[in-house]
């Protein structure tokens, strides 16, 4: 009898699985069953700011594979069919068709779960009103353009100012809006420490963004025709056209939880290096609805990000196809950038360095992208933190103009081989006059904080 393998969420984690499961195992020896509450499969939601702002033409570019051609490599992928129910130990899920309403039960031998994360949506008076729109799927980017085009007014207020705020205020600032972002800590990017936010923070007001720091929102307030009018601050009303909220998202795993099934502190499911749920050998889980091992802290995080989810899957789909591969990890890798201004972070802050109980010292230098003389060498600020004992690289946050974020490369290989700051010092990295520095900027700040060690003893 051929095994079942069923799928719970068709995007980059449960597409990836099943697509590499089916590579090794034939349809004659692995059935695969793929359940899709919304309206694509297989899509960017990382590329939803950059259609709203206009730098992606078209929707569908933003789709790596339809369901189609899933149905076509014999993946039976069904749309608009939300899990409801999942039975362990009966080794069953229940589902039901949002267009019909039908339910039906769904047997498998093998399970993976690839539910991602929902946006946070405060509960605040007025947040389902009309005109305030999370970006968390293509119809929520569809709405979103569409309010864009029915509003006569040109003001927008994002609320949150991490990656998803930054970049939304960049989109709705290239649509010709008036943006003020609200942001309920000091600076923006609380992904960054704060003097590290800080250059972010100028940057953006440079742009013609107003952030304010400190503003938690209290309510939204709509006019007589119930469409948003304004953000209100226990300090201030922001008026507003349209409300792009920006707040984060946490795991969506309320059906593991119903399930029994064994979460983590920030709510993600846990899993082995086989990605593997814990205590279940034929329950699998990958992308946004886990937590992961930070490999420089050693604790479990829960980091949203298309790159782990489409690695999870590939993990996930070797093993269930009969293989074997591993996750071992994360170092925390991210970038973004706002207009020309580009950010990237891995590794810890100070903040995450103090929670684990390291001491580290921390050094700032300022450089350029490329040698100084040649035209187009941008200014970039390099932070980094390393064990204060052992020189061991702990963090690295960038902000600056054109080639400084993907800087930050260097250092998540650095941190995930677990180099010190002088060990990385000699790295031999590429060199020219239009590419870098003859001293490149991670190395110079790795010298800086080489000395820092050895001042601090």
Not at 92 to 107: C, I, K, M, P
Not at 159 to 185: F, P, W
Not at 220 to 234: E, F, K, N, P
Not at 318 to 338: L, Q
Request: hydrophobic fraction near 40%.
């Amino acid at each position: 009898m051929n095994e079942r393998l069923v799928v719970i969420g068709g995007d980059a984690a449960g597409m990836s699985a099943a697509s590499q499961a089916r590579r090794l195992r034939k349809p004659g020896e692995l059935e695969i069953v793929a359940f899709e509450r919304g309206h694509f499969a297989s899509f960017s939601a990382c590329g939803i700011p950059y259609w709203v702002g206009g730098d992606v033409a078209e929707r569908d570019e933003l789709i790596a594979r339809t369901p189609e051609e899933h149905r076509e490599r014999d993946i039976d992928l069904r749309m608009r069919t939300e899990v409801t129910e999942l039975d362990v130990d009966g080794q069953r899920v229940r589902t039901r068709d949002l267009e019909s309403g039908a339910e039906a039960w769904t047997g498998y031998d093998k399970l993976v779960i690839a539910t991602g994360a929902r946006p946070l949506r405060p509960p605040l008076p007025g947040i389902d009103a009309p005109g305030v729109h999370g970006v968390q799927t293509l119809d929520d980017g569809q709405a979103l353009l569409d309010s864009l085009e029915r509003t006569k007014g040109r003001r927008a207020v994002v609320v949150g100012a991490g990656y998803i705020g930054v970049e939304m205020a960049e989109a709705l600032l290239n649509r010709g809006y008036e943006v003020t972002v609200l942001n309920r800590s000091e600076q923006p990017m609380a992904t960054l420490d704060p003097d590290m936010g800080r250059l972010v923070h100028r940057a953006m007001d440079g742009l013609g963004i107003t952030t304010v720091g400190g503003a938690a929102v209290t309510k939204i307030l709509t006019g007589d025709d119930g469409w948003v009018r304004a953000v209100a601050t226990d300090d201030a009303e922001y008026p507003a056209d349209v409300v792009v909220l920006g707040t984060g998202v946490v795991p969506e795993t309320g059906l593991a939880r119903a399930a029994g099934l064994p979460l983590g502190v920030h709510g993600g499911l846990l899993t082995d290096l086989a990605m593997r749920v814990r205590g279940h050998e034929n329950i699998w889980a990958g992308g946004d609805c886990v937590e992961v091992l930070d490999l420089v802290s050693g604790r479990e995080r829960h980091i949203a990000l298309g790159t782990h989810a489409n690695k999870h899957g590939q993990v996930i789909g070797a093993n269930v196809g009969g293989g074997y591969a591993t996750f071992p990890g994360v170092v925390g890798t991210a970038v973004s950038k706002v207009c020309a201004l580009e950010i990237a972070r891995t590794g810890l802050r100070e903040k995450d360095a103090r929670e684990v109980g390291l001491a580290y010292v921390t050094v700032t230098v300022e450089s350029t992208s490329r040698a100084g003389y040649y035209p187009g060498a941008a200014p970039m600020t390099v932070k980094m933190l390393a064990e204060r004992r052992t020189g061991r690289l702990l963090g690295v946050q960038i902000v600056g103009r054109e080639g400084a974020a993907k800087r930050v490369d260097i250092a998540a290989v650095a941190l995930t081989a677990g180099m010190t700051v002088e060990q990385m010092t000699v790295l031999d990295l590429g060199y020219a006059p239009p590419f870098s520095p003859v001293w490149d900027p991670v190395l110079v700040a790795a010298r800086k904080t080489l000395a820092a060690v050895r001042s601090a003893g």
